[in-house]
């Protein structure tokens, strides 16, 4: 028999198993994975940039021709 895959919830760190008995997998309960998802929604998790953009102005506008 295959041992169950065991993995820690990103936010506690308790062991869950990874099968259909975990229903909010990889979160270890409903509390943890809202937790998660209030902190993506709060910006606390970014993705840092390498370089910020070189020029922030408006592209020119054209004019429509008669």
């Known amino acids: ?18 099968g259909p008995q975990s229903p909010y997998r990889p979160f270890c309960s409903e509390r943890c994975k809202k937790i ?3 902190a993506w929604a709060n910006d606390e998790y970014r993705v840092p940039d390498v370089e910020p953009p070189d020029d922030f ?9 008669e």
Not at 3 to 17: F, M, Q, T
Not at 57 to 65: F, I, L, N, V
């Open 36 to 38: 998660d998802l209030g």
């Open 57 to 65: 102005s408006r592209p020119e506008q054209t004019t429509p021709r």
């Open 1 to 18: 028999m295959v041992e169950p895959r065991i993995v820690n919830c990103p936010h506690c760190g308790a062991a869950v198993v990874w």
